[in-house]
């Protein structure tokens, strides 16, 4: 007989989740507001500018109704313009709330060589906010003091001097991911005449099929119809070319990953975005999710009406 074994519920003596905060400041220009998006995009809450003596307020503030504070872990984000800035008061409440065993506090400093914020602030046109009268240089050389002991207090530093802005945003999802958080892929079909998807990645046109909107009998169905989907794959220049897009974007979806990607919007056309682009739209999802990727799918114009007009001329595949 196989034993029956019932779950156990949580003992109620166990101490909840922590909930992480964790503080984000730097040098100005060297990065905190892209380490601060990319929490955010890692399903950190981000809140930039956040005068310090509010924190224990803040994070002591009950969450919206429906929302889980445990699984969702606080980023603030701080620096010399930020109202109140005081290194050792920060210090201070730091170690205070170090001390409550409901948190789990932590900084992340952004750092940069002088050379390069001066660069960076030459580059952008823009005035260092510690220097309205003066050189950036003076200005940059009094914010790193003013910013030392968060330096020295600081368990995670990173430093940008030499660091592209998409290396940083891969640094921050290597460090703080609260899991694997994988690109979002989406799979657009659509068609020319109605016009492009504005926020598209890779295009791929598949007007070089037969079109199945000259045929009386498939005119009325779409891509979603088994006899249009049969009609599509009789064209002989189909299997090479769906084939060709899949092993493309095998290469280029982990590359996109490894970039810092979150989305990657791919689109597939025809001429009316109603029976070609949405057969190949739907192989290639299904041709994805078997080499072990997760993309979504959507039709643009599925519901549009078929127009002879915009359709062209039928055009004979050769013989």
Same mark, same amino acid.
């Given at each position: 007989?196989?034993?029956?074994?019932?779950?156990?519920?949580?003992?109620?003596?166990?101490?909840?989740?922590?909930?992480?905060?964790?503080?984000?400041?730097?040098?100005?220009?060297?990065?905190?507001?892209?380490?601060?998006?990319?929490?955010?995009?890692?399903?950190?809450?981000?809140?930039?500018?956040?005068?310090?003596?509010?924190?224990?307020?803040?994070?002591?503030?009950?969450?919206?109704?429906?929302?889980?504070?445990?699984?969702?872990?606080?980023?603030?984000?701080?620096?010399?313009?930020?109202?109140?800035?005081?290194?050792?008061?920060?210090?201070?409440?730091?170690?205070?709330?170090?001390?409550? #065993?409901? %948190? $789990?506090?932590?900084?992340?400093?952004?750092?940069?060589?002088?050379?390069? *914020?001066?660069? &960076? +602030?030459?580059?952008?046109?823009?005035?260092?906010?510690?220097?309205?009268?003066?050189?950036?240089?003076?200005?940059?050389?009094?914010?790193?003091?003013?910013?030392?002991?968060?330096?020295?207090?600081?368990?995670?530093?990173?430093?940008?001097?030499?660091?592209?802005?998409?290396?940083?945003?891969?640094?921050?999802?290597?460090?703080?991911?609260?899991?694997?958080?994988?690109?979002?892929?989406?799979?657009?079909?659509?068609?020319?005449?109605?016009?492009?998807?504005?926020?598209?990645?890779?295009?791929?046109?598949?007007?070089?099929?037969?079109?199945?909107?000259?045929?009386?009998?498939?005119?009325?169905?779409?891509?979603?119809?088994?006899?249009?989907?049969?009609?599509?794959?009789?064209? #002989?220049? %189909? $299997?090479?070319?769906?084939?060709?897009?899949?092993?493309?974007?095998?290469? *280029?979806?982990? &590359? +996109?990953?490894?970039?810092?990607?979150?989305?990657?919007?791919?689109?597939?056309?025809?001429?009316?975005?109603?029976?070609?682009?949405?057969?190949?739209?739907?192989?290639?999802?299904?041709?994805?999710?078997?080499?072990?990727?997760?993309?979504?799918?959507?039709?643009?114009?599925?519901?549009?009406?078929?127009?002879?007009?915009?359709?062209?001329?039928?055009?004979?595949?050769?013989?």
């Amino acid at each position: 007989m196989t034993d029956i074994i019932t779950p156990q519920a949580p003992s109620p003596d166990a101490a909840p989740p922590r909930q992480r905060v964790m503080l984000v400041t730097g040098l100005s220009g060297a990065g905190k507001t892209t380490a601060l998006k990319t929490l955010e995009d890692l399903g950190w809450e981000a809140i930039d500018n956040f005068p310090i003596r509010l924190l224990p307020l803040l994070i002591d503030t009950p969450h919206p109704v429906g929302q889980s504070g445990q699984d969702r872990p606080l980023a603030i984000g701080f620096d010399t313009r930020t109202r109140g800035f005081d290194p050792a008061s920060i210090v201070r409440q730091v170690r205070e709330l170090e001390q409550r #065993p409901e %948190y $789990a506090v932590s900084t992340l400093f952004l750092d940069c060589a002088g050379r390069e *914020l001066q660069r &960076r +602030y030459a580059e952008t046109r823009r005035r260092h906010p510690l220097a309205q009268d003066r050189s950036a240089e003076a200005g940059i050389a009094e914010e790193r003091e003013w910013l030392q002991p968060l330096r020295r207090w600081a368990e995670n530093v990173i430093d940008t001097t030499d660091m592209p802005l998409s290396e940083l945003q891969q640094e921050i999802r290597r460090r703080f991911a609260l899991e694997q958080s994988p690109t979002s892929i989406i799979v657009t079909s659509f068609g020319f005449a109605r016009g492009m998807p504005p926020s598209a990645d890779l295009v791929f046109d598949m007007r070089f099929l037969r079109n199945p909107h000259w045929d009386r009998n498939l005119r009325a169905l779409t891509g979603l119809d088994a006899p249009v989907g049969a009609f599509v794959t009789e064209d #002989p220049a %189909y $299997a090479g070319a769906v084939d060709r897009i899949v092993d493309l974007l095998s290469f *280029l979806l982990p &590359r +996109y990953q490894a970039g810092a990607k979150a989305y990657v919007h791919i689109a597939i056309g025809c001429t009316g975005g109603r029976h070609r682009s949405v057969f190949v739209a739907e192989e290639i999802t299904k041709r994805l999710q078997a080499a072990g990727f997760c993309p979504s799918v959507q039709h643009r114009n599925l519901t549009s009406r078929p127009v002879d007009a915009i359709e062209g001329s039928p055009v004979q595949s050769p013989e």
